[in-house]
């Protein structure tokens, strides 16, 4: 007798804390796709996550009836035009390309400062503050009074960013600054997201997402 | 469709030549305006005051930014003309990852390789070369990387095409020979043989002295005061 997953086809590589995973699984909880997940072993990478991402090697990879699909944000828009239920991306080819953009602008800049915030020192450590703040505002400035980012749906840029809000006690911890403070409104959002139950079963604790950093700064020997 | 459509773009830039070729290929007419990077136009701060950079495209009124947001855009708001998509949603992820690893890793690794020196270049070159060989295993057994028709991936790597081997003349260096990428060279061929993409590409010569003066520049600087 097959199960749910299994019928569907869809298994989901993944590692636990990745927020490009958790994008993923959000996407298909809004679906309400039933998926496989698997759990990876980055120091040890398994022979299936090799054999369907032989490129980057890395996750998340959504295998769809035995077809790799790699990348998040290609694979949100994969999982959006396959289940065409609670659309992601808005129908206005405008407004569609408005959030590929904020969505490209959360790949390019959220990830990339929050690591040189826990990871580097100095004034170094100084710009990564300044440009995380300056990061934050700007979206916060998109998002403006918009219950999220899609308006009253919660869209592609909300699946893209939400994840990361379980990176922000760690950013405000790392960067001793409060991000309530700095940007209410885009505090309030990441409240609702939390509300949602396809996010909060998708994302973890900001504590144990604080702890993961800690062990990955121990490895850089950064303290 | 009537509503005002123009494109800033830099002459020499394979971001804004990718959206003329799109636009071009549609048949769709608009208007466009040279960007001086050393002194932007207050048009494009305002149209694009985040990223501040080429190409944007206004579409009556309404600005359009990154080259690859740009093409999905021309796609869906020009439907029927040469679609540069497929409509099976495997084949559109592939596309979009495809054009993803030409902007992420191929065309960075390209571009550093010809801008370095040393073991840097070194990395940098082999890293373009295992790029470029893993391009030619997408390539296998079609015309174009959008199969028989130009799409979104071959409009991704029309710097392949064109300003890699302007740059590696520069450079004195050689990433993309026809011995070791004989299918990409070949698709490079068909590629450029189409009167619609020769149109979108910058004159080389014009191209080879500007990155010439841009070599000279930065050799300039670096020489030791005498």
Redesign the interface.
């Known amino acids: 007798m097959a199960t749910a997953a299994e019928k569907e086809g869809v298994v989901l590589l993944d590692f636990w804390v990745s927020p490009f995973g958790q994008r993923c699984r959000i996407a298909l909880a809004e679906k309400g796709v039933e998926y496989e997940y698997k759990e990876e072993n980055l120091s040890d990478k398994s022979p299936l996550l090799l054999k369907m991402n032989p ?1 980057h090697k890395k996750i998340p990879v959504l295998i ?1 009836h035995g ?1 790799p ?3 998040s944000l ?2 949100v ?2 999982i959006d ?2 289940w065409s239920n609670n659309p992601l991306l808005p129908s206005d ?2 407004e ?2 408005k959030a ?2 904020w969505a ?2 959360v790949d390019k800049k959220v990830s990339e400062c929050g690591t040189r915030l826990w990871k580097l020192k100095g004034e170094a450590h100084e710009e990564a503050r300044k440009d995380m703040i300056e990061i934050l505002k ?1 979206l916060e400035g998109e998002l403006g009074d918009k219950k999220y980012f899609g308006g009253e749906i919660f869209g592609f840029v909300d699946v893209a960013l939400a994840p990361f809000t379980a990176w922000f006690y760690t950013y405000e911890t790392c960067g001793k600054f409060s991000i309530e403070k700095e940007c209410p409104k885009l505090t309030a959002w990441a409240k609702r997201c939390k509300e949602r139950e396809t996010v909060s079963k998708s994302v973890h604790h900001p504590h144990k997402v604080y702890e993961y950093v800690g062990k990955l700064k121990k490895k850089y020997g950064v303290e | 469709m009537g509503e005002e459509l123009k494109l800033f773009g830099v002459w020499g830039s394979p971001f804004s030549r990718r959206v003329e070729l799109a636009l071009r290929l549609k048949g769709i007419p608009y208007d466009y305006m040279e960007e001086d990077l050393s002194n932007k136009s207050p048009s494009l701060l305002k149209y694009n005051p985040i990223h501040k950079k080429i190409p944007v495209l206004l579409h009556g009124g309404k600005p359009v930014v990154e080259s690859l947001v740009i093409l999905e855009y021309i796609e869906e708001t020009w439907e029927g003309n040469h679609a540069i998509l497929p409509k099976d949603p495997y084949e559109r992820a592939m596309a979009r990852f495809w054009a993803r690893f030409l902007d992420d890793k191929c065309m960075p690794a390209m571009w550093m390789s010809c801008w370095t020196e040393g073991d840097a270049q070194q990395n940098f070159m082999k890293e373009s070369k295992e790029n470029l060989s893993i391009l030619e295993g997408e390539l296998k057994g079609k015309k174009f990387f959008g199969g028989n028709a130009i799409g979104l991936v071959d409009i991704a790597a029309l710097f392949i095409a064109h300003w890699a081997g302007v740059l590696q003349e520069v450079a004195g260096i050689s990433l993309v020979n026809e011995e070791k990428h004989p299918i990409l060279f070949k698709w490079i061929e068909e590629f450029i043989s189409s009167d619609i993409v020769v149109e979108c590409l910058p004159a080389r010569e014009r191209l080879l002295a500007f990155f010439q003066a841009k070599k000279e520049t930065m050799l300039a600087t670096k020489a030791p005061a005498q």
Do not use: G, N, S
């Open positions: 490129i769809h077809k699909i790699c990348e290609v694979i828009q994969y035009e396959v080819p405008y569609r390309a590929r953009f490209d602008f700007l």
